[in-house]
């Protein structure tokens, strides 16, 4: 599978909400865990993922609960998970990727692996902002915590002891995402991608099987 298709499926939310604007570290930590709660919740929803560091890339992700997503790279191949089954999409022509997707892709929908990743998260409540026109409250956190071996392109790179900072963006109304900012270093390298999230719960997203 392509790296850049790695690094997007890697970049499947962990993510966030909304806090005091006078609120001390513990409780906007609670607030960005109750954020992720609410994505987990969720039944749909497009992403738009543009990595500017160290080169430009535009990824798109489609989600449908339980367990579908769609990831294209614009002039490239387009993914379809479904479960445990994976399949790959180019020029035409369709193949069955010879591996188990659900190790990719299943603890991002699991609280227990959220509970793992809040030890240790500092978050800074950066208080009212707004995103595209929409009134949002800003967090700040820094991840000290290594991505699951599965994906070896994951952002929040710790095995080297580096450490990713997002800038999240949630809205106040829905008490959802709306986009993160994303900066860490792999191999000394570093690296800063931009996600939007767009379509919460919209029916209109449909995942089916290629023919």
Do not use: C, H
Request: glycine share 6%; charged share 25%.
């Amino acid at each position: 599978m392509p790296r850049r298709l790695l690094v997007s499926l890697a970049l499947l939310p962990l993510l966030l909400a909304l806090a005091p604007a006078a609120a001390r570290a513990d409780d906007a930590r609670d607030e960005l865990f109750k954020a992720w709660q609410a994505f987990l919740a969720v039944k749909s929803f497009r992403a738009e993922i543009t990595l500017l560091e160290p080169s430009r890339s535009i990824t798109r992700l489609e989600f449908q609960a339980p367990d579908r997503y769609r990831v294209s790279i614009p002039n490239g191949p387009t993914t379809v998970v479904i479960g445990d089954s994976g399949y790959m999409q180019i020029g035409g022509r369709t193949m069955k990727l010879p591996m188990a997707m659900d190790s990719l892709t299943s603890q991002y929908r699991d609280e227990a692996f959220l509970r793992k990743l809040q030890d240790g998260l500092l978050v800074e409540d950066l208080g009212e902002d707004s995103l595209d026109g929409e009134p949002v409250r800003k967090f700040r956190y820094l991840q000290a915590v290594a991505p699951p071996s599965a994906m070896p392109g994951a952002p929040a790179a710790a095995a080297g002891g580096d450490e990713a900072t997002t800038v999240a963006w949630v809205s106040a109304k829905t008490r959802l995402i709306l986009g993160l900012d994303v900066s860490s270093q792999q191999g000394g390298q570093p690296t800063r991608s931009e996600i939007r999230y767009s379509d919460y719960n919209s029916s209109a997203i449909r995942i089916l099987p290629p023919e």
